[in-house]
């Protein structure tokens, strides 16, 4: 199985996991730390339906090579592949919106609930918040990111199998 494929998998488990999460898990538990842990998913998700195009331009030299890290991963997936692989520019907003979710997360001194929210508080007490509608228009619009990422890497499917 090459790379690409590879990453594809993984993409859409992480996905299901996420799905998983918000529509079974959350409701019977209620615990909000938990939209922190389904942010995660849908994190991973992205950057591997990402990860799978970058490795499928990668096979067909259309990219040159880069580094195995996310900042690499998505200049190179900005600058070369949205505009010519007609990619949606909301999947960029998308991905840097939940990346700077974690970001924040990792760096917050503060965090609680409030009203079936997470808050996360910066160092100066910035405030964000995540709703359960927020993660399941951001599990709707990976869920449409990925079957993108889908039908791009399996153009030339003959040739792999």
């Known amino acids: 199985m090459e790379q690409f494929q590879e990453s594809i998998e993984k993409a859409n488990q ?8 918000i529509f079974m898990t959350y ?4 615990d909000n730390r938990l939209l922190l842990s389904i942010i995660q998913n849908i994190f991973l998700a992205l950057t591997n339906a990402m990860s799978s195009i970058l ?8 990219i040159p090579p880069f580094n195995d890290n996310f900042d690499s991963k998505f200049t190179i ?3 070369k592949c949205v505009d010519r692989l007609n990619i949606d520019k909301k999947y960029i907003k998308l991905i840097s919106e939940i ?7 990792k760096k917050s001194p503060v965090e609680f609930e409030r009203n079936n929210k997470f808050v996360i508080c910066s160092s100066t007490y910035r405030m964000r918040t995540i709703s ?3 993660i399941k228009k951001y599990i709707t619009e990976t869920r449409m990111f990925i079957q993108e990422a889908n039908n791009i890497v399996s153009r ?3 040739i792999f199998r």
């Open 99 to 105: 990346k700077d979710i974690i970001v924040e997360h």
């Open 156 to 158: 030339n499917e003959r």
């Open 55 to 62: 490795y499928y331009e990668r096979l067909f030299k259309k």
């Open 27 to 30: 409701p019977l538990v209620r």
């Open 77 to 79: 997936f900005r600058s």
């Open 132 to 134: 359960i509608e927020e």
């Open 14 to 21: 992480k996905l299901k996991i996420a799905d998983h999460m």
